[in-house]
Every structure is written in C-alpha cells, then in structure tokens.
C-alpha cells in the first residue's frame, strides 16, 4: 500500500510543480516517446476519477486543519526523505549534496525534533534532493517510453521500478510497524495532495498532454541538474 499511495502521490505533485516551476513544454511534445499513448489515456482517465472522487474531497478537508499543525506534518516527512536523497546524492558521486543532507537529518532530527521543525535551512543547509530514478539518468540509462500506470500515474520504464529502491530506503520501513507504516502513509498522501490544491488552476487544454509534458520535462531537469536544452523557454520570455 505504501508504494501504490506514496508513488501516486509522489506523481501528482511532480506533474503540477513542474508545470508551476518550470511551464508547459509544448516545444518538448515533438521529442517524446508515447507509443502507448491510446492505453495511456484509458489510464489516465481512470486515475483522474480515483483522485478526484477520493484524493481532492478528502484534501479539501484536510486544508481547514491549522496551517502549524500542517506545516509540522510536512516538515517531518520531509526529514525523512533526506536519507533517501543522501543515498543517491553519494550514488552519484556528488558528495556535497550527501553531505548537506546528512547535516539536515542530523540538525532537524535533534534540534528539530524529529523533524517537525526545519533548523537546518536557516544554517544555509538546503536541500538537495535525487532519487534513484536520477541516480538511474545520472549514469546514462535512458528513460525509455512514457507510461501511465493503472493509480500509480505518470511515469517512465526507467522511473517505474526505480520507486521500488526509494521506498526500501525510507526510514518508516524500518522505524514503524505495519499498522503504524499504513497510518503514516495514508497521512502522507492527504497532506500532499492539500499541498497542490491551489495548483490545478495552472493545467488547461488537453489534460493529457499538459501532465504528459509537464512531467517529462520536470523529470529531465532533475535528471540534468537543470543543465538541460529548452527552446520553449527562451521562446516563452
């Protein structure tokens, strides 16, 4: 449950970021690889029901809890993930980025109480995030066709199992009990999803192709570190 839920998510948030940080790559669209686009979009359409009936109402909800006790929940996976962004920061051979992410779990574990509070970002120790899909980009392994995956959502044949090494890398596997690993989880997915709620307004158009795009060009500038080519931007400003 943990990966399906996590995964999803993780998803969701990647495609609408991307597309508030770094645009819509139309420009983008003429070098993807979608053979399985007439599958892909039965998917897709199956997902979008799954979040909107289920994810959004609940998140709706969510939202009119106090802005503290949300930012707490936030913070404290956040510190989590800095073990899996220190595992692939030292697989790729960039040593400072496992280093600052090893302070940020050392500071806000202690200072920050497990996490709930962020003492490491003022110290100017700030994220460096990879995961082993990039750890997978960063060594030359292509990202192979696009694919939509029944509520796991967008995705690559690369990134699909990928997931897989990041979730063995997360400390709940190994801190918490089942039961208290599927609370936690189900916790995570709520809180994320509130997150983006405010972003949906940005996706127009063919839905698809918006999510499609938007997640393939936010994944190759992480995967690139952000040194990647992009037309679209130069044409957009």
Same mark, same amino acid.
């Given at each position: 449950m943990k990966f399906i839920?996590?995964?999803?998510?993780?998803?969701i948030l990647s495609?609408?970021?991307?597309?508030?940080?770094?645009?819509?790559?139309?420009?983008?669209?003429?070098d993807v690889s979608d053979p399985f686009e007439k599958v892909n979009?039965?998917?897709?359409?199956? #997902?979008?029901?799954?979040?909107?009936?289920? =994810?959004?109402?609940i998140a709706v909800q969510y939202v009119k809890l106090p802005a503290g006790m949300r930012d707490r929940v936030t913070l404290f996976f956040? #510190? &989590?993930?800095?073990?899996?962004?220190? &595992?692939?920061?030292?697989?790729?051979?960039?040593?400072?980025?496992?280093?600052?992410?090893?302070?940020?779990f050392l500071l806000n574990t202690s200072f920050g109480v497990f996490g709930f509070f962020d003492v490491a970002t003022p110290l100017g120790y700030r994220v460096a995030g990879e995961d082993f899909g990039q750890t997978l980009g960063y060594w030359g392994i292509s990202s192979g066709?696009?694919?939509?995956?029944? =509520?796991?959502?967008?995705s690559t044949v690369r990134d699909t199992g990928?997931?897989?090494?990041?979730?063995?890398?997360?400390?709940q596997m190994y801190l918490f009990s089942k039961s208290d690993r599927t609370k936690l989880t189900v916790l995570w997915v709520i809180n994320k999803r509130a997150e983006i709620l405010s972003l949906e307004r940005v996706i127009?158009?063919?839905?698809y192709l918006f999510v499609r795009d938007a997640f393939l060009q936010k994944r190759e500038f992480e995967v690139t570190d952000g040194m990647m080519?992009?037309?679209?931007l130069e044409d957009d400003f």
């Open positions: 839920c996590h995964t999803f998510i993780s998803i495609y609408m970021v991307g597309a508030v940080s770094i645009g819509v790559a139309s420009a983008y669209a003429n979009r039965v998917t897709f359409k199956l #997902n979008d029901k799954v979040d909107k009936w289920v =994810l959004k109402p956040a #510190n &989590l993930d800095e073990v899996k962004y220190l &595992l692939n920061n030292g697989l790729q051979g960039k040593w400072s980025g496992a280093g600052v992410s090893m302070q940020r066709p696009y694919v939509v995956l029944p =509520l796991l959502g967008p990928s997931e897989i090494i990041d979730t063995a890398a997360d400390p127009r158009g063919d839905r080519e992009d037309d679209f």
